[in-house]
C-alpha cells in the first residue's frame, strides 16, 4: 500500500524560508512522478512543483525562482525548499505521486486529478 507522508510545515513572516519533505512507503516502482499541491481555504487545489525520476522539474509560474523541488531517491523521498515565501503562500501542502513513469508528463501540475496518491498535508503559514 503506497503511503506519502509530509513533514516541514510551519510558520514563517514574509521574506522567510521553509523545507517540506515527503517520504514514499509501500511502492517497489522505480518510475515516478512525484509533485507538491497546494490549497488555501476556498480555493481550488494547484500544483506548485513536479518531479520525475529522471530528474526533470516543473514549476507553477507563482513560485518559479523561490521554490525548489528535489529528490533523494535513496530515501524515497522529495523536498520542497520555499524561500522569499509571500502571505499568499499560505496554504496546506500535499505531496502526490504516479507510478510507471520516468518523468512527469506534461501538464502533470494542471490537474490533481493526474496523480492517483496523495499524503495528508503539512500546513505552511506565512504572515506579512
Known amino acids: 500500500q503506497v503511503q506519502l507522508v509530509e513533514s516541514g510545515g510551519g510558520s514563517v513572516q514574509a521574506g522567510g524560508s521553509l523545507r517540506l519533505s515527503c517520504a514514499g512507503y509501500?511502492?517497489?516502482?522505480?518510475?515516478?512522478?512525484m509533485a507538491w499541491f497546494r490549497q488555501a481555504p476556498g480555493k481550488e487545489r494547484e500544483g506548485v512543483a513536479a518531479?520525475?525520476?529522471?530528474?526533470?522539474?516543473s514549476y507553477a509560474d507563482s513560485v518559479t525562482g523561490r521554490f525548489t523541488i528535489s529528490q533523494d531517491n535513496a530515501k524515497n523521498s522529495i523536498h520542497l525548499k520555499m524561500n522569499s515565501l509571500k502571505p499568499e503562500d499560505t496554504a496546506m501542502y500535499y505531496c502526490?505521486?504516479?507510478?510507471?513513469?520516468?518523468?512527469?508528463?506534461?501538464?502533470?501540475?494542471?490537474?490533481?486529478?493526474?496523480?492517483?496518491?496523495w499524503g495528508q498535508g503539512t500546513q505552511v503559514t506565512v504572515s506579512s
Open positions: 502526490a505521486a504516479y507510478f510507471s513513469a520516468w518523468r512527469c508528463y506534461g501538464g502533470s501540475l494542471y490537474s490533481s486529478a493526474n496523480f492517483p496518491y
Open positions: 509501500g511502492y517497489a516502482y522505480s518510475g515516478y512522478c
Open positions: 518531479i520525475g525520476s529522471d530528474g526533470t522539474t
